[in-house]
């Protein structure tokens, strides 16, 4: 979420980010209803300061009234039995009665505008709705780009950092994953259509096997590099889902139970969240964490996309990681994450490019994104495989999570990343490492988590 501070104080800047994000909303249209919740705020804030007067006048008012009862009551208890009657006169004409009965009159008037005080004030907090809509504009309105951030409309504006290994060069035409995999019979789509629908796989034996020595490989690459290992929930509340960024703006592409919960589309919605609420000490960032979870999407914007294969499914695993920074050290960690992931890859020896993503490509909480694209050469082209981005503290103001410097609190940054997504990994070892007669070689690095095994045929 953007901090509305920062809005005020560059309106223009905003104008442009958004812009650069093909949205045409603009400063002043969030500002002028910002500036009727300051003023509305402010009403309400003077409101409650003269209730606070009028509740301490009359609880003073009502102190000096039971107190001159009980004056009054005393002095009549001195007099002797048969001169009550003429002794009760004499109070009724007493100056000590007078200054009671005028304090009755000012309090009953203290009443009476404390009253039309909280009918006011109760009125004005009904209706304040302008907090809400600004809340829910914020709410929807993404990250800003970093400068360094190519200014594009799509991906054909991205631009390629660098490339790692030479596609290789197959001696006979390279078949594509699905036909590999299901001449295996190790890759089944059919059946799992049965089961489940459209867009989901069974892995079984050899592949299955991979799927695991995969995600094993994953895990402990990140957790040489300083990750913490994490099984966390795959069903969360919609706070979460709304700390991370995934609504409002991604309703219709996530899974949501009857009463509720959805089903986490990246495990970095329970990673971001793991630290929700919290402020932390300076000392003790950066925390990172990995996670290898089931994710799920509904994939509603990519009718006609990858409908063949392991590309584009409702359900896949992946290896997420995710760093909660200080504002000084996003940057680099940032560039740590995404030499992580390139590390996983060459380790696989997968010949992949890095790309800095253009402004239009961008994810919606990103302010800077990297992605790694693996060579499939059945489609003769690269795929992405991993996205890096630095949020900066997008999802911090979203989550409230806060870490303490110099006595002061500020927000923290976060970063995600995939390391990898699993399935299109082994669709890449699949096309990468085929043979001629239909079988698979197991990458060199992953032998061991495979019990030796070298071959899948």
């Given at each position: 979420?953007?901090?509305?501070?920062?809005?005020?104080?560059?309106?223009?800047?905003?104008?442009?980010?958004?812009?650069?994000?093909?949205?045409?909303?603009?400063?002043?249209?969030i500002l002028k209803?910002?500036?009727?919740?300051?003023?509305?705020?402010?009403?309400?804030?003077?409101?409650?300061?003269?209730?606070?007067?009028?509740?301490?006048?009359?609880?003073?008012?009502?102190?000096?009234?039971?107190?001159?009862?009980?004056?009054?009551?005393?002095?009549?208890?001195?007099?002797?039995?048969?001169?009550?009657?003429?002794?009760?006169?004499?109070?009724?004409?007493?100056?000590?009665?007078?200054?009671?009965?005028?304090?009755?009159?000012?309090?009953?008037?203290?009443?009476?505008?404390?009253?039309?005080?909280?009918?006011?004030?109760?009125?004005l907090e009904s209706d304040f709705?302008?907090?809400?809509?600004?809340?829910?504009?914020?709410?929807?309105?993404?990250?800003?780009?970093?400068?360094?951030?190519?200014?594009?409309?799509d991906e054909e504006h991205n631009i390629e950092v660098e490339k790692f290994g030479a596609p290789r060069q197959f001696s006979f035409a390279p078949k594509d994953h699905v036909e590999i995999g299901e001449k295996l019979q190790m890759l089944d789509f059919e059946q799992s259509?049965?089961?489940?629908?459209?867009?989901?796989?069974?892995?079984?034996?050899?592949?299955?096997?991979?799927?695991?020595?995969?995600?094993?490989?994953?895990?402990?690459?990140?957790?040489?590099?300083?990750?913490?290992?994490?099984?966390?929930?795959?069903?969360?509340k919609s706070e979460a889902m709304y700390g991370s960024g995934q609504l409002p703006k991604f309703s219709e592409e996530a899974f949501v139970t009857t009463d509720g919960y959805w089903l986490i589309p990246t495990a970095e919605v329970?990673?971001?969240?793991?630290?929700?609420?919290?402020?932390?000490?300076?000392?003790?960032?950066?925390?990172?964490?990995?996670?290898?979870?089931?994710?799920?999407?509904?994939?509603?914007?990519?009718?006609?996309?990858?409908?063949?294969?392991?590309?584009?499914?409702?359900?896949?695993?992946k290896v997420e990681l995710v760093s909660i920074t200080t504002a000084e050290s996003s940057a680099a960690e940032h560039e740590r994450m995404t030499n992580l992931a390139c590390e996983i890859l060459k380790r696989l020896q997968l010949p992949f490019r890095k790309l800095l993503l253009c402004t239009g490509d961008m994810g919606f909480g990103a302010q800077k994104t990297?992605?790694?694209?693996?060579?499939?050469p059945a489609q003769n082209k690269y795929r992405e495989i991993s996205s890096c981005s630095n949020c900066g503290d997008f999802q911090a103001r979203r989550t409230n999570t806060k870490y303490k410097k110099d006595g002061k609190n500020y927000f923290v940054h976060t970063l995600n990343g995939s390391a990898l997504a699993v399935g299109r990994t082994i669709v890449a070892i699949l096309e990468n490492y085929q043979n001629e007669d239909g079988s698979v070689n197991v990458p060199e690095v992953l032998v061991s988590y495979m019990s030796g095994l070298k071959n899948i045929k």
């Open positions: 979420m953007l901090d509305i501070k920062w809005i005020r104080e560059n309106p223009e800047k905003f104008d442009l980010a958004m812009s650069h994000r093909s949205l045409k909303i603009k400063a002043e249209d209803i910002d500036e009727e919740k300051r003023k509305k705020t402010f009403l309400i804030q003077e409101l409650q300061a003269k209730r606070n007067n009028f509740a301490k006048e009359i609880a003073t008012s009502k102190r000096l009234e039971q107190s001159s009862k009980d004056g009054a009551l005393e002095r009549l208890e001195q007099n002797e039995v048969g001169q009550k009657k003429d002794s009760g006169a004499n109070v009724a004409k007493s100056p000590e009665n007078k200054t009671s009965e005028a304090n009755r009159n000012h309090l009953e008037s203290l009443m009476i505008e404390a009253s039309k005080i909280n009918a006011e004030l109760s009125a709705t302008q907090d809400e809509k600004l809340h829910e504009i914020l709410m929807q309105l993404p990250n800003v780009p970093a400068a360094e951030v190519p200014v594009g409309a259509s049965l089961i489940s629908g459209a867009r989901f796989s069974t892995l079984s034996n050899g592949l299955a096997r991979l799927e695991r020595a995969l995600s094993n490989f994953m895990l402990d690459v990140a957790v040489e590099n300083g990750y913490a290992e994490i099984s966390p929930p795959n069903i969360v329970s990673l971001v969240n793991f630290v929700a609420k919290k402020t932390l000490a300076e000392s003790e960032l950066p925390l990172r964490f990995t996670a290898y979870t089931p994710c799920f999407r509904r994939e509603a914007g990519s009718a006609g996309k990858d409908t063949r294969g392991m590309i584009r499914q409702h359900q896949f695993k990297y992605d790694l694209e693996v060579w499939l």
